[in-house]
């Protein structure tokens, strides 16, 4: 082991007979360390930065949305299938021996099935016809006879992961067994085609005949135009807020254009809830 005097005599040697290379080997040194001392620096100043705005928004929060996995399965199903099928035999041995009964010729080929057939790159595919009242009951009692995961199962599973809220959004379906809502622009009811956009979502008052939907009032707070509430009326009304498409439509306004500036769709969106 050296020691420490002949360290220092070693040290001292080198030094006077190296200066150059001590000196660059000083110099480079030190370059490398304020670099990595400076990287160091930046990078926890970076993710410091970013943790502290995460908890200012929705960064820390996860948006979890749940569904039936096997809801479009049961079109396809075998047996619902097979029990459309045999209601829909009965319903025409029905309608045959009234019109029978009664006189009146009767031909099931005028009516839509409860079973639609499709070709496709498989062969043939059979599904049920949500539109047609048989398939509607078969799915309507399938559904009561498995409803699956409530509201009540998914709060508890949430429980375990802390969950902040929980909030529903309901497509208005079968129940009203192939009829649709409208609204009635005007007070007057018209039977004529009005859905321009064919091809294409429906926008403005049409796209109330086939998007009607129920949510959670938590959801549609933000949304409530001031002095309005939420609640059902005691004349049994219920509330209802419109899309911007259709509300421009009711007030006779023009949509702006997708060139308008931030301030001026901002200032549309005022003069619209106003």
Request: charged share 25%; hydrophobic share 35%; no cysteine.
């Amino acid at each position: 082991m050296i020691r420490m005097r002949d360290a220092t005599t070693l040290a001292f040697t080198k030094l006077r007979t190296r200066k150059v290379r001590l000196i660059v080997t000083i110099v480079i040194s030190g370059l490398l360390f304020s670099i990595l001392a400076g990287a160091s620096m930046i990078s926890r100043g970076v993710f410091s930065s970013v943790q502290d705005f995460s908890k200012e928004g929705l960064g820390d929060r996860f948006l979890v949305q749940a569904m039936p996995a096997t809801f479009m399965d049961m079109y396809r199903d075998p047996d619902l299938i097979a029990k459309a099928d045999t209601l829909h035999k009965e319903s025409i041995a029905r309608k045959k021996a009234e019109a029978k009964r009664l006189g009146l010729e009767y031909s099931p080929d005028a009516e839509r099935p409860p079973v639609e057939e499709y070709d496709t790159p498989n062969g043939k595919e059979r599904t049920l016809n949500s539109m047609n009242p048989i398939a509607a009951q078969v799915i309507n009692d399938h559904i009561a006879a498995n409803p699956g995961p409530n509201t009540e199962a998914l709060q508890e599973e949430g429980k375990k992961y802390g969950q902040q809220g929980v909030y529903e959004s309901r497509r208005i379906g079968y129940d009203l067994q192939g009829a649709q809502l409208k609204v009635l622009a005007g007070g007057e009811e018209k039977f004529e085609e009005t859905n321009k956009n064919q091809g294409g979502p429906s926008s403005g008052i049409d796209s109330f005949v086939s998007s009607w939907s129920v949510m959670s009032s938590d959801l549609l707070k933000p949304f409530v135009l001031p002095g309005e509430t939420l609640e059902k009326g005691t004349d049994g009304s219920m509330p209802v807020v419109v899309p911007l498409s259709a509300a421009e439509q009711i007030l006779k306004m023009k949509k702006l254009p997708a060139t308008a500036s931030d301030e001026a769709q901002i200032q549309h969106l005022k003069d619209i809830r106003s």
